[in-house]
């Protein structure tokens, strides 16, 4: 099962620009949770901080309080431990080129020394299968590359790679923003299907895909939460006015 | 250029209500003298392309002869004696290459690691300044401070001397390209593994680097094939040997020592070895360098 | 998207048909595999030890001053300045100047780079303006196999080949047509400072050349057509909208041509015959830094010997630093800033 989130007074800062101001969230285990705002809002730079994925940029910092599950993540646990329960699927697909699909899916482990054969078959499968990859990959998975897919199967072979290291949460940033209609239509029923099973937070600037997905929906403007509440209400009632200006589209 | 002058004077000559350019032909001259630097550029290219093609020419007319059995298995014989070999200083190149590499290729590689990875910042740019100066450093100079490191200590000259000074000068090169292609490697692929919770070490050892071997590879061949056929820092590290040594700290044989005793020795015989061990240089360099290649290409390097 | 009405969301399971939904049935987690603690240790020692490699390659350029700096101390207490100004050189009497070697090594250089620059601007200006696309990679690739030579190989051809073509043709020819300036003199041996300059122009060429083609190739295309379109000839081209733009960098390839020459030994030492003295000549042996090093270094007996030949190693040293970092600085004003600026 997976692990709610909570969020307390977290600041982001790149050098000397903040680009998060004071947020404040509560993620449910095993729901859905899409965060949606025009670009440069701060929504990718604040999923990037739930994994600690933000200070590998340099000069980049962060004060506040995350809690995934009972882990703190800026208190202590080190960000390799903390990113094992932590998955995180990109932007645009990046399988690691110089692998083949197999070695791709069981990256994770492999590199952290797990080196039971018959257990990474098991892990390898099961994450294909869970990823919808496995019937479209199970003939070549060892002579093929990853960069040798195409562009949706390699994002279904990032998923399958993060859900190979078993994670409480799945952090997806924009994973369709690079993808045609057809591939997008199998994340979304992929995303779907996965939250029985992992807590998700999905970014994206497609307000139809978070309607789609998502249970909870928040809004992010110029580095600020505007708004957090159920989907529904997101996009049918909001509370705040610049909120409704954005799902009705009059900006963004 | 007078016509160049006059003839936008004439060509501004309004005829009608609408203004004509009359563009006039390109005069005689600057025609002649586009066709006349063009065949002085041609001619330079041949002038340059002439030594490289006497330099292989002789290598291998005069070489070829000259190898044989002996001249591979063969130690040299004394001066004016018909006979013997360089077999001594094929094998003294081949330890002394290995010794240069054992060091300076990981130091190198892991200077190009800090440079992309940890050396984005002020002690980055000093470092990658002064392997810009190194590289620049005279190898005659690199001689002097591995004698000083090594000779001097060791009271005597040696094959680890030799390979010491080598190192030196593979460094830089490779620090350099290394992290030229370490930079090549995007962040997006790091970022892949440090999230399925891989440390940056590994990240960075079996991701980044592994990602960007084969040029990385090129580069470590491109300072092995520098180094390969130098003389100079070995005059006073290695030393030179006409015998058979199998020991790291006693003086040893290097090809190209023995090609610069030779061919300013007065003997034919030892001027006809002189080519044929330049030749033997050149295509152990040649096939060195080569068989590594493949070997990234289609072997166990590859990775995929 | 339009504001006419509001987005109409499905909050409820896109439903897909009863049999894709048994396939895609994601089956449960389990407990993870990879369990414990993990260690920053090993990451930390990592990143030191990355640091330290980064610090190793300074440390190096420390070392050699070190060891060129303490070595030439005797010398250096010994005579002083007068050691690059004095010409007389006799470990016998242990009299020690550096003053004829520096002079080999600056007239070699410097007649290298007259006989090299013409031919590698000329070679480069051919690759990459003149020359069919198809030629262009094997006619670079051919040039840089000049580069890949070893330097006792050059001098090995230098003795066996151009010692006698320039002691039989060249020498007796330039005697009788130029010998009135004075720099055509004396008994043809063959040996002697023109031979090394022309041995050291055939092995710098490939960096002028390659270094020059470099900076060419980055002149934005759009300054040839400029020039083009005002209609000048193709060479008119060359010389306006190409040569001009690319002078800096040019500067710094032949400057980069000359630390090589200045430093280069082996070739040098077999054909420059190895004599301390200072001729007007071009025909007269003449001796380099980099020569004597190599010849006497293995045979100082002494210790002021020794001194002053390393002294001769740091001045090298500190001559080819300068000229190269001069180099680098030029080099880097033309391929640094200029495609940055095409771009935009």
Wanted: net charge positive.
């Amino acid at each position: 099962m997976g692990v709610g989130i909570t969020v307390e007074h977290l600041n982001a800062f790149y050098g000397k620009t903040q680009a998060l101001f004071d947020i404040n969230i509560a993620v449910l285990a095993n729901h859905a949770t899409a965060l949606i705002g025009p670009s440069g809002c701060g929504k990718s730079t604040f999923i990037r901080c739930l994994n600690r994925m933000h200070e590998t940029i340099p000069e980049a910092r962060v004060d506040g309080k995350v809690l995934i599950g009972d882990l703190s993540v800026y208190n202590g646990t080190s960000a390799t431990q903390l990113r094992r329960r932590v998955g995180m699927v990109f932007q645009k697909a990046n399988p690691f080129p110089t692998m083949s699909i197999y070695d791709n899916v069981a990256a994770g482990l492999k590199l952290n020394g797990f080196r039971n054969r018959k257990q990474l078959d098991e892990v390898v499968h099961k994450s294909l299968h869970n990823s919808a990859l496995w019937d479209e990959v199970k003939d070549h998975l060892h002579k093929k590359s990853g960069a040798s897919l195409s562009g949706g199967q390699q994002q279904r072979l990032c998923i399958a790679r993060a859900l190979a290291v078993q994670p409480e949460v799945l952090l997806m940033d924009e994973p369709c923003s690079a993808l045609d209609p057809i591939s997008t239509g199998k994340i979304e029923e992929l995303i779907f299907q996965l939250k029985e099973q992992y807590t998700i937070v999905i970014v994206t600037h497609n307000m139809q895909q978070a309607a789609r997905v998502a249970e909870f929906t928040g809004f992010f403007l110029l580095g600020k939460m505007i708004e957090f509440d159920k989907t529904e209400k997101i996009f049918t009632n909001p509370s705040d006015k610049r909120t409704e200006d954005y799902v009705t589209g009059r900006f963004g | 250029m007078p016509d160049t002058d006059s003839n936008t004077a004439a060509g501004f000559v309004p005829q009608s209500s609408i203004p004509q350019i009359s563009i006039p032909p390109i005069s005689l001259r600057r025609r002649v003298m586009d066709h006349v630097m063009t065949g002085v550029a041609v001619l330079t290219v041949a002038l340059v392309l002439l030594p490289l093609f006497a330099i292989f020419a002789y290598l291998v007319y005069k070489g070829i002869g000259s190898i044989n059995l002996a001249f591979l298995t063969q130690i040299p014989k004394p001066p004016g004696e018909p006979g013997g070999g360089m077999a001594n200083a094929i094998v003294g190149s081949m330890v002394i290459l290995a010794i240069a590499s054992l060091l300076g290729v990981p130091l190198g590689i892991g200077a190009g690691i800090f440079l992309s990875e940890y050396g984005r910042n002020r002690y980055g740019d000093i470092v990658r300044f002064v392997s810009d100066v190194l590289n620049g450093v005279p190898s005659i100079v690199i001689g002097i401070v591995a004698y000083g490191l090594v000779v001097m200590r060791q009271k005597h000259f040696s094959a680890l001397a030799g390979g010491v000074a080598l190192a030196i000068m593979m460094v830089p090169t490779i620090a350099r390209t290394t992290e030229q292609m370490l930079l090549l490697v995007p962040q997006a692929i790091r970022e892949a593994a440090y999230g399925l919770g891989v440390s940056r070490w590994r990240t960075t050892l079996s991701i980044t680097l592994r990602t960007a071997t084969s040029g990385v590879i090129t580069g470590v061949m491109l300072a092995f094939a520098r180094v390969a056929g130098e003389t100079a820092p070995l005059l006073f590290t290695a030393f030179g040997n006409q015998y058979w040594n199998w020991r790291t700290d006693q003086p040893t044989a290097a090809l190209s020592l023995q090609i610069f005793t030779y061919a300013i020795s007065p003997f034919d015989e030892w001027h006809r070895q002189a080519w044929a061990g330049a030749l033997v240089l050149i295509v152990l360099i040649v096939g060195a360098v080569a068989a590594v290649r493949i070997a990234v290409k289609h072997g166990t390097l590859a990775g995929a | 998207m339009s504001n006419q009405a509001l987005p109409r969301p499905r909050f409820n399971a896109p439903n897909p048909e009863p049999g894709s939904k048994a396939a895609l049935k994601v089956e449960a987690r389990t407990t993870p595999l990879l369990q414990g603690k993990v260690s920053e240790v090993p990451d930390v020692a990592f990143g030191w030890a990355m640091r330290l490699c980064g610090l190793a390659v300074v440390a190096l350029l420390g070392l050699i001053v070190y060891q060129l700096v303490v070595g030439s101390a005797l010398s250096w207490h010994a005579f002083g300045w007068k050691f690059f100004g004095q010409s007389d050189w006799n470990p016998v009497s242990d009299q020690y100047g550096a003053l004829p070697f520096m002079y080999g090594t600056i007239v070699s250089s410097l007649l290298a780079l007259v006989i090299a620059v013409p031919l590698s601007l000329g070679v480069a200006v051919f690759i990459t303006e003149m020359c069919p696309v198809s030629l262009r990679g094997i006619l670079s690739f051919t040039t840089e196999l000049l580069a890949a030579i070893p330097s006792v190989v050059y001098g090995l051809w230098a003795i066996f080949v151009l010692v006698p073509i320039l002691r039989e043709y060249v020498q007796p020819f330039l005697a009788s047509t130029l010998g009135w300036t004075g720099l055509f003199s004396g008994p043809p041996y063959g040996i002697g400072m023109l031979a090394a300059g022309v041995i050291l122009a055939i092995m710098i060429i490939p960096i002028i050349s390659s270094i020059t083609r470099e900076v060419l190739t980055v002149v934005p295309q759009h300054q040839r057509e400029a020039v083009l379109a005002l209609g000048a000839t193709r060479w008119e081209m060359i010389r306006m909208g190409v040569l001009r733009n690319a002078r800096a960098g040019i500067v710094g390839a032949i400057i980069l041509g000359l630390g090589r020459a200045l430093g280069e030994t082996m070739a040098v030492t077999m054909v420059i015959g190895n004599r301390p003295e200072i001729a007007k000549s071009l025909f007269a042996p003449g001796y380099t830094m980099a020569s004597v090093l190599a010849n006497e270094f293995t045979e100082a007996t002494g210790d002021l010997y020794l001194s002053a030949l390393i002294e001769i190693g740091l001045a090298l040293f500190f001559v080819t630093i300068v000229v190269n970092a001069l180099a680098r600085l030029m080099v880097w004003s033309v391929t640094r800033g200029q495609p940055a600026r095409s771009i935009a």
